[in-house]
């Protein structure tokens, strides 16, 4: 074996540990729970970078978009079809703001928070309609709490 090959080999052997610790949590988007939960379940994910989310349509008529200007700079943004599963990998860190589309003013949104919250202050100063906005005040209560 040449030298350059036993190079890439090693290479590739001493990244997998750190390729396979990358996680993914699952989030339900659920319209009315055993439990009486509503909305994203669970409403705030915790990440690293290269981390994703699997939003679950587990019930009709919700999906997963994320909200122009509560993203970390130059993340790219998603969007989720109707009543589908998606899951999207998250490389950049700070704080997404995310919402369903269709309930959106009723509050229908949520958070994943990457490594740090930098951009915290710019996406709390997006202005949100309806119930969104006491949601996502609740929210960030929670996120504020957490040390990181």
Same mark, same amino acid.
């Given at each position: 074996?040449?030298?350059?090959?036993? !190079?890439?080999? &090693?290479?590739?052997?001493?990244?997998?540990?750190?390729?396979?610790?990358?996680? /993914?949590?699952?989030?339900?988007?659920?319209?009315?729970?055993?439990?009486?939960?509503?909305?994203? $379940?669970?409403?705030?994910?915790? &990440?690293?970078? %290269?981390?994703? @989310?699997?939003?679950? +349509?587990?019930?009709?008529?919700?999906?997963?978009?994320?909200?122009?200007?509560? !993203?970390?700079?130059? +993340?790219?943004?998603?969007?989720?079809? =109707?009543?589908?599963? !998606? /899951?999207?990998?998250?490389?950049? +860190?700070?704080?997404?703001?995310?919402?369903? &589309?269709?309930?959106?003013? =009723?509050? =229908? @949104? %949520? !958070?994943? $928070? $990457?490594?740090?919250?930098?951009?915290?202050?710019?996406?709390?100063?997006?202005?949100?309609? %309806?119930? +969104?906005?006491?949601?996502?005040?609740? &929210?960030?209560?929670? @996120?504020?709490?957490?040390?990181?």
């Amino acid at each position: 074996m040449k030298k350059s090959s036993l !190079l890439n080999a &090693l290479i590739i052997v001493l990244c997998l540990p750190f390729i396979a610790h990358a996680k /993914t949590v699952d989030v339900k988007m659920i319209s009315n729970g055993p439990n009486g939960e509503r909305g994203f $379940v669970p409403a705030v994910v915790y &990440l690293h970078s %290269g981390d994703s @989310v699997h939003f679950i +349509a587990q019930d009709f008529g919700h999906n997963a978009v994320s909200i122009p200007g509560m !993203l970390p700079e130059g +993340a790219k943004p998603f969007a989720g079809q =109707m009543s589908q599963d !998606l /899951t999207v990998r998250f490389s950049k +860190a700070g704080i997404y703001g995310y919402k369903c &589309l269709p309930h959106y003013f =009723m509050g =229908m @949104v %949520g !958070l994943v $928070v $990457v490594d740090n919250k930098n951009n915290e202050q710019a996406v709390k100063n997006i202005e949100q309609p %309806g119930a +969104a906005k006491e949601a996502f005040d609740k &929210l960030f209560s929670q @996120v504020d709490q957490k040390k990181f």
